[in-house]
């Protein structure tokens, strides 16, 4: 395994996290796992929330679905399930959605556009793990 630090994008001001990685590259395709650990607050530059680097550029002109989950940590002490995306016309240079489930309108996915970090009092970051495979450009 090659490691690797995957960052957000989409972050307006400072970024206030961490992040760490781990992929594979074979026969065409990298299967990976990244973590982002928010150690202070972190704000979107866009209600399109933020997106995650790769290790490698993904090939293009395909929709990528990879598995995500947010753990609220101190801030909501929750683990709430959801996906991360590559859309279909993106260049595949990196993730462009990190989204979970709501708590209202069913099952809707939202948009990542906030991590708490330290802010509020919080003593533990919140935590983003996201996983999955794709083929390379």
Do not use: C
Request: aromatic content about 8%; glycine content about 14%; proline content about 4%.
């Amino acid at each position: 395994m090659t490691q690797w630090t995957p960052k957000l994008t989409n972050v307006k001001g400072t970024d206030g996290t961490v992040g760490s990685g781990h992929y594979v590259e074979a026969g065409g395709a990298v299967t990976f796992t990244a973590q982002i650990v928010a150690k202070k607050e972190t704000i979107a530059a866009s209600s399109g929330g933020f997106g995650l680097t790769l290790p490698k550029p993904a090939k293009p002109g395909v929709r990528y679905v990879f598995s995500l989950s947010l753990d609220g940590r101190d801030a909501d002490h929750g683990v709430w399930t959801g996906e991360a995306q590559i859309y279909a016309g993106s260049d595949g240079s990196e993730i462009d959605r990190l989204r979970v489930t709501g708590t209202s309108n069913g099952a809707a996915l939202l948009n990542i556009a906030n991590l708490y970090g330290d802010a509020e009092g919080a003593k533990e970051a919140e935590i983003i793990t996201v996983t999955g495979s794709f083929p390379v450009a």
